[in-house]
């Protein structure tokens, strides 16, 4: 068999990366609600042209395979363009817009909050539990050990735009009174925290040990805000359901009629936050701790700087409790009913597996460690 055809290919990542774009259309288009219309077709525009983009960054990974290939194995074992610094950064650039714009980072975003506003509650829980997934699962899989010397010589680069959107991202939502729209912004806050722990390990001058355990929590951070973005995404939908909006200030005291959603809202908050005991905390302490620990100055600087998104953080879900969940009742909380078993169904095996992983995190990173160490070495090269 040829051996441009042997392994896993990144046309296949292309095909379902676009085909994911084209199934969140409809399920925006045909069960959203609010301007729909408008938000599906920006999500499709922008999102499609990202993709467009990224198809130019693997062509360019083709043609500067020697000989040329889409296998990921091949190109992984002997990365394409290694002689080229210059077209290898406009291959990674293309790479990194493309899957930037899927993650999203500051100042791709634009797109994510009407997308999640006006998506079904079940459709933003996908949205933000497994799409946005695919951009940082390409940076780590494809962008980082395809074109490590690229991926290096740009690492501050990587560390600021990861920066803004940490800071960005959580500032933005601080300033919502929707709160579904809140949510969405905190998106771009922990996505931020991942692309803030790749671009630390790239500084090959840092300790390995460090840049190990950045990676690792940036993949911890994928898996933690699936499980915790995704049940907050479905607590707003049990309020939208209930009282057919998702203005912050019309509810309140809902601990009072509905304590079980209370408790759930609390947790579920938490988690996202990066309280102990839950897996947010897992991630993010990896993440401080893998970037700043590496032992350069532009590393320490951005860590310590994106801390304050965890203060930031803290004050907006603070925010969201002391008004919703224990402020005085509002005009829309008598229409907030308990949960119910089918909700109960959805949401509560997220926030069990979040705490487990808060709780019991080898379980999760026996899993990740090995592959962190595989990624960093690879870019270490």
């Avoid at 055809?5 to 199934?23: A, C, E, N, T, Y």
């Avoid at 912050?248 to 609390?266: E, S, T, Y």
């Avoid at 532009?298 to 998104?309: F, R």
């Avoid at 597996?353 to 990740?368: E, H, Q």
Wanted: hydrophobic share 55%.
């Amino acid at each position: 068999m040829p051996r441009a055809v042997r392994g896993p290919r990144p046309l296949l990542f292309f095909v379902f990366f676009d085909l994911s774009i084209v199934g969140m259309y409809f399920v925006i288009l045909l069960w959203g609600h609010g301007d729909r219309s408008r938000s599906a077709l920006k999500f499709f525009l922008y999102t499609f042209l990202g993709s467009l983009v990224l198809l130019l960054g693997f062509i360019g990974l083709y043609l500067g395979a020697a000989p040329h290939t889409f296998d990921m194995v091949e190109l992984t074992r002997t990365p394409p363009l290694a002689g080229s610094p210059g077209l290898a950064a406009l291959t990674l650039l293309a790479v990194a817009v493309g899957l930037g714009i899927k993650t999203p980072v500051v100042p791709f975003h634009t797109w994510l909050s009407p997308a999640h506003t006006d998506a079904p509650a079940a459709g933003s829980a996908i949205l933000a539990g497994v799409m946005l997934k695919m951009g940082t699962y390409g940076l780590v899989r494809i962008a980082m050990p395809m074109l490590p010397d690229a991926w290096r010589r740009y690492a501050l680069v990587i560390l600021i735009v990861g920066l803004v959107s940490v800071l960005y991202g959580a500032l933005v939502a601080l300033a919502q009174d929707n709160v579904k729209r809140l949510v969405a912004y905190t998106s771009v806050n922990h996505m931020g925290y991942i692309v803030l722990a790749l671009g630390a390990a790239g500084y090959t001058s840092g300790g390995a040990d460090a840049r190990r355990l950045a990676v690792t929590g940036a993949v911890t951070q994928m898996v933690s805000h699936g499980l915790v973005t995704g049940a907050l995404f479905l607590l707003c939908g049990v309020l939208y359901e209930r009282a057919g909006s998702y203005d912050l200030g019309r509810f309140g005291g809902i601990a009072g009629d509905a304590p079980v959603l209370a408790w759930l809202i609390g947790i579920a908050a938490f988690a996202s936050l990066g309280l102990p005991g839950l897996s947010g905390f897992i991630a993010e302490f990896q993440i401080f701790a893998g970037t700043i620990g590496t032992g350069t100055a532009a590393t320490a600087v951005t860590g310590a700087s994106a801390i304050l998104g965890i203060l930031i953080t803290a004050a907006l879900f603070l925010r969201v409790l002391h008004t919703a969940v224990l402020g005085p009742p509002g005009e829309l909380t008598p229409r907030v009913t308990e949960v119910r078993r089918p909700e109960l169904a959805a949401l509560v095996p997220l926030l069990a597996l979040s705490l487990l992983i808060g709780v019991a995190p080898r379980v999760l990173l026996d899993t990740i460690e090995p592959l962190s160490a595989a990624v960093v070495a690879l870019v270490g090269r």
